[in-house]
């Protein structure tokens, strides 16, 4: 069953800050919120916890370090060592410059890969977004006020006259394939 | 409110505070923009039908980059001897263009890499068209050594993967070979933070344009961006990320790029100073070429409100000061060949003054240490077309000491019988002058079809100096 839900359109950063306070205040489950560009301490006014990211990024630059070195020694080394000028197979020092590059490339890559997976981001991908302006310059608050004593036309009223909603769309929620 | 309250605590604890723009300081973007004016300045230039200034320009780019086509054809057809290399001076031309390219390139990681983790926020106007120039400047780079190899066909042998010839693998302790992977690795990982900082601008086109094609291509290009605060959280975290990962990485392409000369026995190449002397002239160079491309820009492509005197002032005390860390650099090097008392290197560093090539060395000191000084002026910062001239200047020097420091050491080495002249041929300078119709004719196509600037970042700045931060309305 799909549910109701109710598409609030801000203008400032202000006001959609104090919105989600209020919401997640009065207990209205927030579906989503959408900006057009990364407004502080909205996550933290959601409630929503770090991205793990880093960590991919530290696991990648890892990958590339023990890769790089492993390539490096191996072709050196042992697959097909060749004299050249003197200097010894096994040469550390010399294998610095690329098992750093290696390093970079791999945690950068692989950090990208982790960001679009996570997000689902991909081409040909497309969602509609709930509001046409919300990748311009308007705000989207997207509430599921559930329960016995939700009435739409009050919960819209709290929204535009103390937050200055510019707008209010009722919808039913998207049932993702 | 109690909650408001609350928030503020726990977001200040999170970020540090950002700076306050002091009333007298004037504002980092002009004519009091509200974030749709933005999205539509900044889209007007890919939906409006391109001027009759850009189509000349465009003309032109084409019509450079069709004299390096036929000069690289011509090099193909006959190998390398149409070029005026010796077997002295076996370096010339093409290495200091790969060298000129790639420096040019670091300006635009070091404007959106290493001011993103300074926090400077003048950054926000210029970085996607620094970024862009970046990437195409490694794309002019690269194409250099591609051509030196004589049978570029073959390019694929400098890569480690196992193969017919016994698994002959690449010789992993020679400095050349360090630069593959550090210039791959430059190229590779400043695509990707270009793109990745694109996705939010391509969802803006994507629901903004009208055509049908259009949309779909921007549509395929964001990715399905729609800018939920998990995308804009992780797409922070992620950008902090490639910036942080950026910071290094551009330090140790032009150091590896040095280490080309300075792991050699040249005198003249064999110096340690020479990782942060190549670095500081890149960023020398690239600053140059930034603020060339930027006047230009906001002029053809009317973004006078968003690329304000205060970025050019910016830019030039960036410019200033690299020109000084250059000039220390070249002073010390001579110090060193006389303190050093190496009879080999104070020749060659004699003959780089006063030898045959003593006027490309005199150009470079004057383009690179005495005409920036002007730049200590307020005034001089103020003027553009001052500016716009000492930007070009400034490049115009960086490219001869590339050359002076490649070819001017190599003419003359330890012994006499070897010593040899060089002069460019007519297939060299075509190469050149293609590769900068490679990188106008990739710059302005840019211009056309993506957005120059920056869009989410500048609506972030412009609604914080509007006042409309957090609990600034409460």
């Known amino acids: 069953m799909s549910r109701r839900l109710l598409v609030l359109a801000f203008e400032r950063e202000g006001d959609l800050l104090r919105a989600v306070g209020h919401a997640r205040a009065v207990g209205h489950e927030i579906v989503e919120v959408y900006a057009p560009y990364p407004v502080h301490g909205l996550p933290e006014a959601q409630g929503l916890a770090p991205s793990r990211l880093p960590w991919v990024c530290l696991a990648g630059g890892l990958l590339g370090l023990a890769g790089g070195l492993a390539l490096q020694a191996w072709t050196s080394a042992v697959d097909w060592p060749l004299n050249v000028g003197g ?20 945690a950068g890559l692989l950090t990208v890969a982790a960001f679009l997976h996570r997000e689902r981001l991909w081409p040909g991908k497309r969602l509609a977004v709930p509001l046409p302006r919300t990748t311009d310059d308007r705000f989207a608050l997207v509430l599921a006020p559930a329960g016995a004593s939700y009435v739409p036309e009050v919960v819209e009223r709290t929204y535009r006259e103390r937050f200055d909603a510019v707008e209010a769309v009722e919808t039913l929620e998207e049932t993702r394939p | 409110m109690a909650e408001t309250s609350v928030l503020d605590r726990r977001e200040g604890a999170r970020h540090p505070p950002v700076p306050q723009r002091h009333p007298a300081e004037p504002a980092l973007i002009l004519g009091h923009k509200t974030i749709g004016r933005v999205t539509a300045d900044v889209c007007a230039p890919i939906e409006r039908r391109p001027t009759g200034l ?4 465009f003309l032109a780019a084409l019509a450079a980059l069709a004299v390096g086509v036929a000069s690289v054809g011509y090099l193909f057809w006959k190998g390398i001897g149409v ?9 010339a031309f093409d290495i200091t263009n790969f060298v000129f390219w790639v420096g040019i390139g670091h300006a635009g990681t070091l404007i959106s890499a290493i001011l993103l983790l300074f926090r400077q926020r003048w950054r926000t106007s210029i970085n996607r068209s620094a970024e862009a120039m970046t990437i195409f400047a490694v794309m002019c ?5 591609l051509l ?26 020679s400095p050349l070979l360090w ?6 690795t430059y190229f590779t990982i400043s695509l990707v933070f270009w793109f990745v900082g694109l996705l939010p601008d391509f969802a803006t086109l994507r629901d903004r344009v009208k055509g049908r094609v259009a949309r779909a291509v921007y549509g395929a290009l964001s990715l399905g961006w729609r800018g939920t ?3 804009w959280q992780r797409h922070e975290t992620v950008c902090l990320l490639l910036a942080g990962l950026a910071t290094p990485l551009v330090l140790s392409v032009h150091s590896v790029v040095s280490f080309d000369f300075a792991t050699s026995v040249i005198p003249g190449w ?11 002239g890149a960023v020398f160079s690239g600053f140059g070429m930034v603020l060339t491309l930027m006047l230009i820009a906001r002029r053809v492509m009317g973004l006078q409100d968003y690329i304000t005197h205060r970025h050019v002032d910016a830019m030039c005390k960036v410019l200033l000061s690299m020109g000084l860390i250059v000039g220390l650099a070249y002073a010390t090097e001579l110090f060193v060949a006389w303190y050093s008392a190496n009879p080999y290197e104070k020749f060659a560093f004699n003959n780089r003054m006063f030898g045959p090539m003593g006027w490309a060395y005199g150009i470079m000191v004057l383009c690179n240490v005495a005409i920036p000084q002007v730049l200590w002026a307020p005034r001089a910062r103020r003027s553009l077309v001052l500016v716009f001239a000492v930007s070009i200047l400034v490049n115009v020097g960086m490219w001869f000491e590339r050359f002076v420091i490649i070819a001017g050491s190599l003419q003359r080495d330890f012994l006499p019988s070897s010593w040899a002249g060089y002069a460019p041929t007519l297939a060299e300078i075509g190469t050149f002058v293609g590769s900068f119709g490679l990188f106008f004719t990739l710059f302005l196509l840019f211009c056309r079809f993506l957005p120059m600037i920056a869009m989410s970042e500048v609506k972030a700045v412009v609604a914080h100096d509007a006042g409309d931060g957090h609990g600034g309305a409460s």
């Open chain 1, 87 to 106: 200097k010894p197979f096994l040469s550390w020092p010399a294998f610095v410059p690329v098992a750093f590059e290696l390093v970079i490339l791999f």
């Open chain 2, 54 to 57: 850009w189509w000349a320009a």
């Open chain 2, 83 to 91: 070029w005026g290399l010796n077997r002295t001076v076996g370096w």
């Open chain 2, 141 to 145: 780079a690269g194409l250099f050594p």
């Open chain 2, 148 to 173: 030196h190899m004589g049978r570029p066909w073959n390019f694929l042998w400098v890569f480690p993967y196992p193969n017919t010839r016994g698994s002959l693998w690449v010789n992993f302790r």
């Open chain 2, 179 to 184: 630069d593959v992977f550090a210039i791959g």
């Open chain 2, 229 to 231: 605060t998990r995308t």
């Open chain 2, 270 to 280: 064999h110096t340690t100073i020479f990782p942060p002397y190549f670095v500081a």
